[in-house]
Nanobody, 122 residues
């Protein structure tokens, strides 16, 4: 069993930066791939970024070059550094842990956090 708690969301002006954190509990954190998804009002949940246990990363095209996902296995924490934020990045951001193959799909994840709100003012 893994529990995930996100933090670091907030209000930022367009062009600004935020760093999201996701703290995990459980002894098997190192073996899971970790992902970040986001959901804006009226829209479906969409993939943002993922990192495997070996630290290989995958990004949505919309955030490539602006967002960076990383993990600290000793701290059981995954991070999402978000730079050059745009109003369209505003959403609730969710952290997820899973053992699936296709990390862009929500179905590859077994555990989800409660989400943290990111608001970007123009």
């Amino acid at each position: 069993q893994v529990q995930l708690v996100e933090s670091g969301g907030g209000l930022v002006q367009a062009g600004g930066s935020l760093r999201l954190s996701c703290a995990a509990s459980g002894r098997t954190f190192n073996s899971y791939a970790m992902g970040w998804f986001r959901q804006a009002p009226g829209k479906e949940r969409e993939f943002v970024a993922a990192i495997r246990s070996a630290s290989t990363t995958t990004y949505a095209d919309s955030v490539k070059g602006r967002f960076t996902i990383s993990r600290d296995n000793a701290k059981k924490t995954v991070y999402l550094q978000m730079n050059t934020l745009k109003p369209e990045d505003a959403a609730v951001y969710y952290c997820a842990a899973g053992s699936g193959i296709v990390l862009v799909h929500p179905t590859s994840y077994n555990y989800w956090g409660q989400g943290t709100q990111v608001t970007v003012s123009s």
